[in-house]
């Protein structure tokens, strides 16, 4: 296969589960740096002949994580993916016909969506319906805000969109799913600590209805079924968490 100057960044911490199946969907890239957060699993060594470079670094945040990375690849343009994400054939092929014109057509970046599985489903709803990110890039022109969680590319220019989206595998089981959101809500509180006031009921039991609610009702998530019931309320307790954890953390209390 021939291999075009794109350099595919991976962020991994313990991800023997995904990590030869992300390295492979981006193998037309002729640099790929697998960034592992000191994985505890066999991760690194089954990557080992699908990248090109390893870089290690304890992790803080994933914005934090990625824009160190950014900067040591050996490329202008960056496709980065997550590891529970995959690069369809479609989506490659899209980028490789696209590769002669990234610097002609005058954008810094694109958007593509994502096609979201979760506990074995698609979801068509429950707000995922038109999940977008930005994840081929210039180096030079785009890096991640500065947040503790969920933060987007700052582009220093116009970003264009692609057509064919991404797959993205956000569920392992249910243990390792809330172990996430209670590891989000611990960041998260940091972000928020600056920009919440008094901790009430307002933000205990109405914001984490509103949340089932939206996700629910508003955003079509019963049209999920079961697996949309259950999105909507983990969302509804992942709001919760986050507040429970700004007050801990506003403690001193762990």
């Known amino acids: 296969m021939s ?23 981006v193998d037309f890239c002729d640099e790929v740096i697998l ?25 803080i945040h994933s914005a934090s994580q990625k824009n160190w990375a950014i900067p040591q690849a050996s490329n202008e343009w960056i496709l ?5 994400e995959r690069v369809t054939p479609a989506l490659k092929e899209e980028i490789i016909q696209l590769y002669p014109n990234l610097e002609s057509n005058g954008h810094v970046g694109y958007w593509m969506g994502r096609r979201n599985f979760f506990m074995g489903k698609q979801v068509r709803y429950s707000g ?16 991640y805000i500065d947040k503790h969680v969920h933060s987007e590319i700052e582009a220093d ?18 243990d390792h799913h809330v172990n996430k959101l209670q590891r989000y809500a611990s960041l998260q509180a940091r972000d928020f600590d600056k920009k919440v006031g008094k901790i009430t009921l307002f933000h205990v039991v109405i914001k984490p209805f509103w949340g089932f609610f939206k996700h629910y ?20 307790y992942g709001i919760f968490m986050r507040y429970v954890k700004l007050w801990l953390l506003r403690r001193g209390i762990d």
Request: glycine share 6%; hydrophobic share 40%; charged share 25%.
């Open 217 to 236: 009702i508003i955003q079509l998530g019963f049209l999920d079924g079961f697996v949309g019931f259950s999105i909507a309320y983990l969302r509804s």
């Open 3 to 25: 291999k075009y100057p794109i350099t595919a960044i991976i962020p991994a911490y313990n991800e023997a589960h995904n990590i030869v199946e992300v390295l492979k969907s």
């Open 128 to 143: 995922w319906k038109n999940d977008k990110v930005i994840r081929l890039f210039r180096k030079s022109k785009c890096r």
């Open 35 to 59: 960034v592992d957060s000191n994985s505890t699993d066999n991760t690194v060594e089954l990557g080992k002949p699908y990248f090109d470079k390893l870089l290690t670094r304890e992790y």
């Open 157 to 174: 220019g116009t970003l264009g969109w692609l057509n064919h989206k991404l797959l993205h595998y956000k569920y392992v089981n249910m």
């Open 80 to 84: 980065l993916v997550d590891a529970d």
